[in-house]
């Protein structure tokens, strides 16, 4: 198992950017899939983007293609969540997400495929 804490959430006005952080401890997560998800008030938990362990492969949600960047760093056991052009829209609690995966170059996009969690950081974008 592995302990992942999110940070990097703020306020920000429409148009601008944040870079979320998903911090990882208790054992390496060399060989995780991860991901991040998000959860607006009243609707349910949505994929947002996700990397492969080998970061070969990434996948984003339609809504933030092109706008939203998910990169890794094994060596700071560190996954990021770049996010430009921000929009109201966007508002919502983040949450990182890991999984074991046998594979390099697999890729997880729905809640139920992860098994650790983080508490989740909250992302306000006003218009």
């Known amino acids: 198992q592995v302990q992942l804490v999110e940070s990097g959430g703020g306020l920000v006005q429409a148009g601008g950017s944040l870079r979320l952080s998903c911090a990882a401890s208790?054992?390496?997560?060399?060989?995780?899939?991860l991901g991040w998800f998000r959860q607006a008030p009243g609707k349910e938990r949505e994929f947002v983007a996700a990397?492969?362990?080998?970061?070969?492969?990434?996948a984003y949600a339609d809504s933030v293609k092109g706008r939203f960047t998910i990169s890794r760093d094994d060596a700071k056991n560190t996954m990021y969540l770049h996010m430009n052009s921000l929009n109201p829209e966007d508002t919502a609690v983040y949450y990182c997400?890991?999984?074991?995966?046998?594979?390099?170059?697999?890729?997880?996009?729905?809640?139920?495929?992860?098994?650790?969690w983080g508490q989740g950081t909250q992302v306000t974008v006003s218009s």
């Open positions: 997400a890991a999984r074991r995966s046998p594979l390099g170059s697999t890729v997880a996009i729905t809640t139920g495929e992860y098994t650790d």
């Open positions: 208790g054992r390496t997560f060399s060989r995780y899939a």
């Open positions: 990397i492969s362990w080998s970061g070969i492969s990434t």
